[in-house]
T-cell receptor
């Protein structure tokens, strides 16, 4: 089944403790992206990747890192999480040809205390 | 700079009534615009893209470059249309900007 998976789905952590949220897609998509969703603000793009080893900042990259060493994986790294990074995070992927339809993961709910 | 604006946080209509979800964008180039929908306990998914000019589940959206709008319309709302709707702009074919979303509630 074609899909985007994220792990973990739920995470509660403490300020300053490094964490990684994984994202994987099995559709051979070139484009992958991370978003955070906050009430009243909709989805805001954190980072995106056009292909392996090609990443760039979205609208709200501060406090986040990403890497794209393989086409299928695009992990989101929070080196020193803070409470203002408490949010619902979505990973998405799409082909860069065709209609640019993004396929979204199920979301990761992160709480930083 | 905010690139996509959805002025209504919540829109409530009765079943069978027409629906219009508003979306305005700011972009000087040729916009690539999308509507995404998130039903309860489901993933965010593409509803329609302006360039395809399709009608999906009875919804249509017309790009109006003069008014920089991409409103989503449906002539007769159904209860199963209740969901969160997001308008999105693809900027320079790499960055996506989403609006803050409109929750559509279709009452029986």
């Amino acid at each position: 089944e074609a899909q985007v998976t994220q792990n973990p789905r739920y995470l509660i952590t403490v300020t300053g403790k490094k964490l990684t949220v994984t994202c994987s897609q099995n559709m051979n998509h070139e484009y992958m992206s991370w978003y955070r969703q906050d009430p009243g603000l909709g989805l805001r793009q954190i980072y995106y990747s056009m292909n392996v080893e090609v990443t760039d900042k979205g609208d709200v990259p501060e406090g986040y890192k990403v890497s794209r060493k393989e086409k299928r994986n695009f992990p989101l790294i929070l080196e020193s999480p803070s409470p203002n990074q408490t949010s619902l995070y979505f990973c998405a992927s799409s082909s860069r040809t065709g209609n640019y339809e993004q396929y979204f993961g199920p979301g990761t709910r992160l709480t930083v205390t | 700079a905010q690139r996509v604006t959805q002025p209504e946080k919540l829109l409530s209509v009765f079943k069978g009534a027409p629906v219009e979800l508003k979306c305005n964008y700011s972009y000087s180039g040729s916009p690539e615009l999308f509507w995404y929908v998130q039903y309860s306990r489901q993933r965010l998914q593409l509803l329609l893209r302006h360039i395809s000019r399709e009608s999906i589940k009875g919804f249509t959206a017309d790009l109006n470059k003069g008014e920089t709008s991409f409103h989503l319309k449906k002539p007769f709302a159904q209860e199963e249309d209740s969901a969160m709707y997001y308008c999105a702009l693809l900027y320079n074919f790499n960055k996506f900007y989403f609006g803050s979303g409109t929750k559509l509630n279709v009452k029986p």
